[in-house]
């Protein structure tokens, strides 16, 4: 999904970007797989802001943000772009909003604190021209430090499959062929979402009932805590964040929760290339109101169109049609 929701309105960059773009279309991990699973999707995606943002894309974004300031505290940078964006223009979430976008808050700054270990702020890459002269925005960071690219994608769990649907998909082959360059993908398990929260060790710990002292998993053992342990979301907690992740360390979470996987550039580089050149002849054909893909709906994350389809009209949903087709950086954290 991109950013330009957070566009508010034409400037003459914009503007200067439309008239570059007619000519280039741009690709990027995002909008490849919105086009694969929905061209529906893709083209409404472009041409509409939404009336509320996903808690994900508020999430992504704020990560983005928080790695890529120069400004001293990042993880506060992160938090409060959410808070922002819950401010307006509002996020799909429903009852105690103001506390469950404090929970997303703290997730995005606890896993800008996990990955900014460094004072240098992350930088993306810059956009490649692919064969036919069209575009590829990438979604991986350069990091100070670090030979590779670094792509983050943000998981509800890093299992076998998923592993498989990240690296053989659009998202990774397509910046490994693009870049023409190895990459590193880093997996975060930020755990599923329940009741609008998501539920992982980044976001909740357990309280000892006498000592009070905090908790994260049983070292030898697999067993839960007994029921005399409460359970306490971060945003409702004092515990500092540096306090927090030393914690997780210390019960052996992070092994499950965050993954490092080195990827190639296949062998058969070239054909996945045209294959992107085909899409962007398909993309440049596409009408107006594209068809319907169902398993699109829910494929990648919520479609925010669920409302609108089968209609064809968003706007008659609180949609708005976009003055310019989005151009900024997009979020580059896949879900
Ligand atoms: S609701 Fe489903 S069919 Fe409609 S645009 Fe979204 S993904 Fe496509």
Redesign the pocket.
């Known amino acids: 999904m991109p950013s330009s929701e957070l566009t508010p309105a034409a400037s003459s960059e914009d503007v200067q970007q439309t008239t570059k773009l007619e000519s280039h279309l741009v690709l990027s991990p995002e909008r490849v797989s919105t086009y694969e699973?929905?061209p529906?999707?893709f083209a409404?995606t472009d041409a509409y802001t939404q009336p509320f943002l996903a808690p994900m894309f508020a999430l992504r974004t704020a990560l983005d943000r928080g790695l890529t300031t120069d400004h001293a505290e990042p993880e506060r940078i992160a938090e409060n772009t959410v808070l922002e964006l819950a401010r307006s223009p509002g996020l799909d979430l429903i009852g105690n909003v103001y506390s469950l976008a404090m929970h997303y808050a703290k997730l995005a700054g606890i896993l800008t604190a996990l990955l900014r270990t460094g004072t240098e702020p992350w930088t993306h890459i810059p956009d490649a021209e692919l064969t036919d002269g069209s575009l590829w925005r990438s979604g991986c960071y350069h990091v100070t430090g670090a030979t590779l690219p670094v792509r983050i994608a943000l998981v509800d769990r890093w299992t076998d499959d998923r592993r498989r649907g990240e690296l053989g998909g659009w998202r990774t082959i397509g910046e490994v062929c693009a870049l023409n360059s190895p990459i590193t993908l880093t997996a975060i398990n930020i755990g599923p979402a329940i009741h609008q929260r998501r539920h992982s060790a980044f976001t909740r710990c357990y309280r000892h009932p006498r000592n009070r002292t905090f908790r994260f998993a049983r070292r030898h053992s697999e067993e839960d805590f007994s029921r005399t342990w409460a359970k306490l979301w971060r945003e409702d907690c004092d515990l500092r964040t540096r306090e927090w992740l030393d914690k997780m360390h210390e019960d052996g979470c992070m092994d499950d929760l965050v993954a490092h996987v080195t990827v190639p550039v296949p062998q058969r580089r070239a054909a996945y290339l045209l294959e992107l050149e085909r899409m962007v002849r398909d993309i440049r054909g596409l009408p107006e109101v594209p068809e319907?893909?169902?398993s699109?709906?829910f494929g990648l994350s919520p479609?925010p169109?669920?409302a609108?389809?089968p209609g064809i009209d968003p706007t008659r949903w609180g949609f708005r049609l976009r003055s310019v087709q989005p151009h900024k950086h997009p979020p580059t954290i896949s879900q």
Do not use: A, E, Q, Y
């Open positions: 699973i929905c529906r999707r409404w319907m893909r169902l699109g709906c479609c169109f669920t609108v389809c």
